[in-house]
């Protein structure tokens, strides 16, 4: 009589496709990173202006919110190590902001057009400063975005 050995075949497991918290995750890393920029620069620039007639309490504002996006960065930066999610490049043109990404050895990117990217980084702006959103209201909608219309 005779035997067959069976064979089995052992596939390695793909990764999992990027999650929609991970990619929640990715794109909070953008808008902080943005952010984080936008105040140190706006810092630099009221220290030096000389426009201010009391700029350190207005480097006193912007400075506590450079924190609390440092902090924040911080704490995505473990969750996106956690994941095994790791962000490789990050480029911008006149469309808005693209981000390459490894996690689990699946690789993506995702783009975020300008429009979006600088409303919510604004509202997130406000709440590091304290300010609250009803107040976003006051600038007409095309000086609010062209407010941010800088280059990063």
């Not at 999650?19 to 990715?26: G, I």
């Amino acid at each position: 009589m005779a035997t067959t050995k069976r064979n089995t075949l052992i596939t390695p497991t793909l990764p999992e496709d990027i999650t929609k918290d991970e990619l929640s995750l990715v794109r909070s890393y953008l808008l902080l990173t943005f952010i984080h920029k936008v105040f140190e620069r706006d810092c630099r620039v009221i220290g030096k202006s000389g426009l201010f007639k009391t700029p350190q309490l207005y480097m006193e504002l912007v400075s506590s919110a450079t924190k609390k996006t440092s902090l924040m960065l911080q704490e995505v930066t473990r969750e996106l190590t956690s994941h095994q999610l790791k962000i490789n490049t990050i480029r911008q043109d006149q469309r808005g902001v693209t981000a390459e990404y490894t996690c689990r050895g699946y690789s993506g990117d995702i783009h975020i057009l300008w429009p979006g990217f600088r409303n919510e980084m604004m509202l997130r702006m406000r709440a590091y400063l304290g300010l609250g959103a009803e107040l976003a209201s006051v600038l007409p909608r095309e000086e609010r975005v062209e407010q941010m219309a800088l280059s990063f």
